[in-house]
């Protein structure tokens, strides 16, 4: 017969594998295991917390992604040059428009950028060298004519969807400007309007009514 172990020896290896405390692992970096709460605008995982400056983006390739609404009924554009926004200048302008828009029932708002590019600032007068400074807050970098919010959901009377916006712009440092779902895409600076048929001269000559004698 096969001998079975004693209800002691049980309990005693499950105490062990239960209670047994568990030790972090020396490889996990503790920059990558920062509390996040839901409100805060930054990224779950980064690979490194430093990364170089960059620069903004500019469309040199024709390319008109992300200036027209894709969510919503009105929105704002950046209308100047490009510019890196904050993740508080961006959180201060969601607050200001969901704010306003509290007393529509069924209103949302949609925020086109995120801010995934960590700062760094090293202390004034500090000498060169030692490394680069630590990181500070999260920014993005947003194109000429990027959109950056949209409002939509729901029938939002554009007097209200204008105030809330405008209120938006005035948080933010840069220019921006109303849109809606009948704006042209921007490339750069350069608003793209629809081109005008070109009339031929056969087509001109079969649109005008003979003369009759």
């Known amino acids: 017969m096969l001998s079975l172990p004693s209800a002691r020896s049980l309990l005693t290896a499950c105490r062990r594998t239960i209670l047994s405390p568990v030790q972090p692992s020396p490889l996990v970096n503790p920059l990558f295991i920062q509390s996040r709460f839901k409100s805060q605008l930054a990224p779950r995982r980064i690979h490194f917390i430093k990364r170089?400056?960059?620069?903004?983006?500019?469309?040199?390739?024709?390319?008109?992604?992300?200036?027209t609404l894709a969510f919503g009924d009105?929105?704002?554009?950046?209308?100047?040059?490009?510019?890196?926004?904050?993740?508080?200048?961006l959180t201060a302008a969601e607050e200001v428009i969901k704010r306003k828009l509290k007393i529509v029932k069924g209103a949302r708002t949609w925020m086109r950028v995120f801010p995934d590019v960590p700062v760094c600032i090293k202390g004034n007068e500090t000498r060169m060298g030692k490394g680069k400074g630590s990181f500070e807050f999260w920014a993005t970098r947003v194109a000429p004519g990027r959109v950056l919010f949209e409002i939509g959901g729901v029938a939002v009377r554009e007097e209200l969807a204008r105030e809330a916006l405008r209120l938006a712009c005035d948080k933010l440092p840069v220019m921006c400007e109303f849109i809606t779902r009948d704006t042209?895409?921007?490339?750069?600076?350069?608003?793209?309007?629809?081109?005008?048929?070109?009339?031929?001269?056969?087509?001109?000559?079969t649109s005008t009514p003979s003369a009759s004698s």
């Open 52 to 67: 170089h400056k960059g620069v903004l983006p500019i469309p040199t390739g024709g390319s008109i992604k992300g200036t």
């Open 184 to 205: 042209p895409p921007r490339l750069g600076n350069l608003v793209l309007t629809p081109e005008e048929a070109i009339k031929t001269p056969e087509t001109v000559a």
């Open 74 to 89: 009105w929105g704002i554009r950046i209308r100047e040059n490009g510019a890196r926004l904050s993740a508080r200048q």
